[in-house]
């Protein structure tokens, strides 16, 4: 079988690519059956797509290319994989389920209709004899599952890293994390608002004379403050005020 093939040297990275994605379509599958989120869903289903894509890809190289492997190959690893990464980009990043659940259903529908256009296309046999044959030569340049490749995976990746993009623009706002828009740090442990209460920038509960202060958050954080916080505050020891530098008297 090694004979009839290219080789373990070109075979073993589709084989580890394969043990790799199943190794973590297993782990996500099972996060996805216990905690029920789209986007493990998809993308559980994307990493079945690689990975059987690339043991097609691994057999095909190992012993030779049949009809069936680059069939699988071609369908799994070039056409749908991509799309499917991106449905559970979607619905990780919309608040709409209704988009996620549209782009689902259509992309369903494309899936079977290229299955059907790979499994039923002519294959030429000589292009198999390489260790990895292009689809132009497979297919040839003008046939539909070569293009389906171009029309489904390329907008797919393009969006895709569009999205990535755009979440870590969000995540971190325009500033950088440092920046005007702190709104994950409001709710962080010991950020602005966090489980132990609100806190200014030198991480010191805020008593009337910090809440007060030149340049400080003002009047409109101080009717923010329940009263219970702001006593607990005012009972703070004086060794704990000094190493802060407040003083509640309104002196510092």
């Known amino acids: 079988m090694i004979a009839a093939g290219h080789g373990w040297g070109l075979a073993v990275f589709p084989l580890a690519a394969s043990a790799v994605a199943f190794v973590f379509a297993g782990v996500l599958g099972r996060r996805f059956a216990r905690k029920r989120r789209a986007s493990e869903g998809a993308w559980t289903a994307a990493l079945l797509m690689y990975a059987v894509g690339s043991l097609a890809m691994f057999l095909g190289v190992v012993r030779g290319w049949t009809i069936g ?3 699988t190959y071609w369908l799994f690893g070039a056409v749908l994989n991509v799309p499917y990464l991106f449905l559970g980009e979607v619905y990780l ?3 709409w389920r209704a988009v996620g659940h549209g782009l689902a259903l259509v992309l369903v529908a494309l899936s079977a209709f290229a299955a059907v256009s790979v499994w ?3 294959l030429h046999g000589a292009a198999l004899g390489s260790a990895l044959p292009l689809g132009k030569d497979a297919f040839g340049h003008g046939a539909t599952p070569y293009r389906l490749a171009q029309y489904y995976a390329l907008p797919a990746y393009f969006l895709l890293l569009g999205g990535l993009t755009w979440s870590a623009w969000a995540h971190e706002g325009p500033a950088g994390p440092e920046g005007p828009d702190r709104r994950h740090d409001l709710d962080r442990p010991g950020g602005h608002r966090g489980r132990r209460g609100l806190r ?4 010191v509960p805020p008593g009337p004379a910090v809440l007060g202060e030149p340049g400080g958050r003002g009047d409109r954080d101080v009717r923010r ?5 702001q006593a607990r505050a005012s009972g703070l020891t004086d060794r704990r005020l000094a190493l802060a530098g407040v003083d509640l008297s309104g002196r510092s």
Not at 200 to 203: E, F, K, N, P, S
Not at 225 to 229: D, E, K
């Open 120 to 122: 039923s296309a002519r």
């Open 93 to 95: 990043l919309t608040r």
């Open 200 to 203: 200014d920038r030198r991480g």
């Open 225 to 229: 403050v329940p009263r219970g916080r």
């Open 69 to 71: 492997d680059y069939r």
